[in-house]
């Protein structure tokens, strides 16, 4: 699709949204293109090769349940307000084969962040072992040819769409996983999205959920253009690095040298009522991660902007901030300093 005519069906769209998502009594800002943005060596960078640094909020799958009423551009006037520049929507592959109309749920998100000058992160939302087809949990379930299918619709819809700037390609091959197997599929999946769509940011995850990048110094993805992606989560570290900034290192870090590197999904929910989460964390958490990422020009979308999906950064659809995690997130996206207690 031409941009011109892109930019008419989503008009056209946008006029329509209104009605179907009870949206029509917010008027978003005037629509301006995005600037494209692009990878050079080891930065993201816009037109003006202005090194880009963003940080948002990863937001809910449009096709699920608790959505029906909340897909709407409120969602993502709030997102703004909270201080997002770009926002990451997870797309859970039995939704995409399951839920009518996913894909106008989809351009409404894209016409929505971008009215609101915010950066979209598509997510194919799986959990899992593409080569054995093993799968956290059925909702997560997919192949190698859907996975290829659904790139290929992506790639191709939002080819002329800037604001449309990040594909991840699959959100947390799990432990099973070798980076030399993992490595094949990804390279298929960014290979498919290049035919389609060369202006594309393929996004990368490692193995082990999604934080371990360590082997792709050595072994990286062929394509120039490419960027990678990794969940920071406070409990994936491990006994050989008790130290989080240690385990950072080596499984990430060392690699902005080489890459960009985006932090796509991470936060932290103090509780006492469960003895091992990935997300168990305190502010201490918090303040390290972001920090860190901040020193190393690394992106990043917190999850979640969602009252129930853990670790939650909402109570409610008021949008009221969740206990600590969601008060400090809020206070670094807005860049004031946090005020909350320290745990």
């Not at 989503?10 to 949204?17: D, V, Y």
């Not at 040819?145 to 002329?160: G, M, V």
């Not at 432990?175 to 769509?197: C, D, H, M, P, R």
């Not at 990368?204 to 062929?222: F, M, Q, R």
């Amino acid at each position: 699709m031409k941009n011109k005519a892109w930019n008419i069906y989503l008009l056209i769209l946008f006029g329509i949204a209104g009605f179907i998502l009870n949206s029509c009594t917010i008027t978003p800002p005037p629509y301006e293109p995005m600037p494209l943005l692009r990878v050079d060596s080891n930065r993201i960078v816009d037109s003006k090769n202005n090194v880009i640094f963003l940080k948002g909020l990863a937001l809910a799958d449009p096709g699920d349940s608790t959505m029906a009423s909340n897909w709407n551009i409120d969602y993502f006037r709030k997102a703004r307000e909270w201080g997002a520049q770009v926002v990451r929507i997870p797309v859970h592959p039995t939704n995409w084969r399951t839920v009518p109309n996913y894909l106008t749920l989809l351009d409404l998100g894209v016409i929505w962040a971008r009215a609101y000058r915010m950066y979209v992160i598509i997510d194919w939302h799986s959990i899992g072992n593409l080569q054995t087809l093993s799968f956290q949990d059925p909702m997560y379930a997919t192949t190698t040819n859907e996975t290829l299918s659904f790139w290929r619709q992506i790639a191709s819809r939002y080819k002329d769409e800037p604001a449309v700037a990040f594909y991840e390609v699959f959100n947390e091959p799990d432990g099973t996983l070798s980076w030399g197997s993992w490595k094949n599929f990804a390279q298929q999946i960014v290979n498919e999205i290049f035919q389609y769509n060369p202006k594309a940011i393929p996004l990368v995850s490692g193995v082990n959920y999604a934080y371990n990048l360590s082997s792709v110094g050595g072994s990286p993805i062929t394509n120039t253009g490419v960027a990678y992606s990794v969940h920071p989560y406070p409990e994936k570290t491990n006994v050989a690095y008790p130290v989080l900034e240690d385990s950072w290192n080596v499984n990430f870090g060392y690699l902005t040298n080489l890459y960009p590197i985006i932090a796509t999904e991470f936060g932290y929910k103090s509780s006492t009522n469960f003895t091992y989460y990935p997300y168990r964390g305190t502010t201490n958490y918090g303040n390290r991660i972001v920090n860190y990422l901040a020193a190393r020009n690394m992106s990043w979308t917190v999850w979640c902007f969602h009252p129930v999906w853990n670790p939650t950064l909402i109570s409610n659809w008021n949008f009221d901030p969740s206990s600590t995690a969601g008060v400090f997130f809020k206070s670094v996206l807005k860049g004031y300093p946090y005020t909350g207690p320290a745990e």
